[in-house]
């Protein structure tokens, strides 16, 4: 038995909002199943390290992403402790895989050795 949880038109709307940027909407479909370097993300999208951390921080400071820090370096994860996990995860299911993503990334190298 699963419990749906709902959450009010402000709160959505600014969900939705947050996903309606493009970057950010990839962003999460690829923190959904791994945790990320901000410099992996930065490869990723051929962005500044500012602009990445922007993204990030809108993220987070909307409680749908993480970070956990190891030494300098920050990862960032999907929230599933989110009260709008259910919510964003039910668009972020319906999204093709960002998974080429990372794996192109691990082919030039940049994947396990950018943040060790």
Known sequence: MSVKTTIDMENAAQILKLLSD????SMMRLLQDHECCVCELVEIYGASQP????HLRKLRDSGVVKERRKGQWIFYSINKESEYYEFVSVILDRLPSQDQKLTNLENQGLRINCCE
Do not use: E
């Open 22 to 25: 493009k970057r950010r909407l």
């Open 51 to 54: 602009a990445i951390s922007q």
